[in-house]
């Protein structure tokens, strides 16, 4: 599968960033490989009918500009859609206005996620999807 992020993304050559339905509602995405874990707003977490939970321990989360976010909890089996296929994906709420979502790393390796930062794009093997 071929993703292609929207034009007015080439402000940074490091991360990708798209619209991408998460739970059926169009969101702005990022993208980034540099972030273990994928992250919802609040704002766009208010709009949806998913249940939360508390995490057992909280976690510190490191902005780009060097500040500490403590993140508590936890949005589980958000419905992102890539074409025609559909991936849950458990999301940390994270206080941010830039995004909607940030997808890290545990959603981008378990489908192999090819970045080319430069194009603006990413390839996904979704093979192994029913």
Do not use: Q
């Amino acid at each position: 599968m071929f993703l292609l992020a929207r034009p007015e993304a080439e402000s940074s050559d490091a991360v990708i960033t798209g619209t991408v339905p998460v739970c059926s509602r169009n969101a702005s995405v990022l993208f980034d490989p540099g972030s273990t874990y994928s992250y919802v707003s609040s704002y766009f977490a208010s709009y949806l009918v998913v249940p939360h939970d508390s995490l057992n321990a909280p976690m510190y989360v490191s902005t780009h500009v060097g500040d500490a976010i403590i993140v508590d909890r936890i949005y589980c089996s958000f419905v992102v859609t890539i074409g025609s296929f559909e991936i849950c994906i458990d999301l940390l709420l994270l206080d941010m206005v830039d995004f909607d979502v940030i997808l890290g790393m545990d959603w981008m390796s378990p489908y192999h996620a090819i970045l080319d930062c430069h194009a603006k794009t990413m390839t996904l093997d979704l093979s192994g999807f029913p």
